[in-house]
């Protein structure tokens, strides 16, 4: 009987090629938990909201309501619609008050962001107003906005587009930052001139600043 090849005892041990990789395997997963953590932190003081509730009756007073554009423009015979009013804090302090009204007649959305410093709150503007310029550049020429860098001047920052639609001005978007307030406005159903913007819309901007800039 012809003798059979005993198999390799193993002996339980990795050699070096194998140890090197499993060392690099583990600080990859060390790291990969680290940055999920730091992110969840991050993510907690920062943007997850600690608190929600609807605006009291002199802090929804200050916002740029639906009314006041009916006031202002004289409309009739107005559709409702729904109306979303609420105020977030995050743990840093930062605070986000939110305005929406939707109807068949309008649609109206306004965001305040109060960051804690200047410089957070340029750094926000600085994100929104490079979205919405890039969005507008995918647009084209021809896209439904029109920026309007002359009709009216607010806080330290701001850009302005008028919407159109089949060649009428049906609305306007604008950004802008005051000292540590970012705002954004989104309005359609009217179109905003010089005259309603110095009489109506400059007001309401700078009470909703006396209102929520702390």
């Not at 499993?22 to 600690?50: D, E, N, Q, T």
């Not at 340029?122 to 002359?150: C, F, H, T, W």
Request: proline letters at 3%; charged letters at 25%.
């Amino acid at each position: 009987m012809e003798n059979q090849a005993v198999p390799p005892r193993f002996e339980g041990k990795l050699n070096s090629g194998s140890r090197t990789f499993m060392i690099v395997l583990f600080a990859l997963g060390l790291i990969f938990l680290s940055c999920a953590a730091l992110s969840g932190l991050v993510y907690l003081f920062y943007f997850k909201p600690i608190s929600s509730h609807q605006l009291n009756p002199s802090q929804l007073k200050a916002m740029l309501r639906v009314d006041d554009i009916i006031e202002h423009y004289e409309f009739e015979n107005n559709k409702p619609g729904k109306v979303l009013a609420k105020i977030e804090k995050t743990l840093d302090g930062a605070a986000t008050v939110t305005y929406e009204f939707e109807s068949d007649d309008f649609y109206v959305l306004v965001e305040l962001e109060t960051s804690k410093s200047i410089q957070d709150a340029k750094d926000s503007y600085m994100g929104s107003q490079l979205v919405s310029s890039g969005i507008r550049k995918l647009e084209g020429e021809n896209g439904p906005y029109r920026e309007d860098a002359s009709l009216f001047k607010w806080g330290d920052q701001m850009r302005f587009w008028h919407s159109v639609q089949k060649g009428e001005i049906n609305g306007f978007e604008l950004i802008a930052r005051k000292q540590r307030m970012l705002v954004s406005v989104e309005i359609y159903g009217i179109e905003l001139e010089k005259e309603c913007a110095d009489d109506f819309l400059i007001p309401k901007l700078d009470e909703m600043f006396k209102e929520f800039q702390n």
